[in-house]
């Protein structure tokens, strides 16, 4: 471990965890509170769905969720740089 790496206990789902990374502990309580509202939502939605559903199907939409913003990232640096271009084609 680097001197930026600590470790987080976490209670998710009711189980216990220690997740090792560079992120603040506000951070990653942030994140465990999201994580099991999204599960008690989910597990209220669908009541038969197990935990492995559940966090498959959470993985599967934050995963698509990245890849949406990286995708809207992307273009919106094209559209910046093609302004640029514009910009000084215009002069």
Do not use: C, W
């Not at 599967?60 to 919106?76: C, G, T």
Request: charged share 25%; no cysteine; aromatic share 4%.
């Amino acid at each position: 471990m680097t001197e930026d790496t600590h470790r987080f206990k976490a209670v998710i789902a009711g189980k216990s965890y220690t997740i090792v990374g560079q992120a603040t502990d506000e951070h990653m309580r942030a994140v465990t509170d999201v994580l099991n509202e999204q599960l008690t939502q989910l597990k209220q939605l669908a009541p038969n769905m197990s935990k492995e559903d559940a966090a498959i199907l959470m993985a599967f939409n934050a995963i698509s969720d990245q890849l949406k913003l990286a995708a809207a990232s992307d273009q919106s640096a094209t559209t910046d740089d093609a302004k640029t271009v514009e910009t000084k084609t215009e002069d």
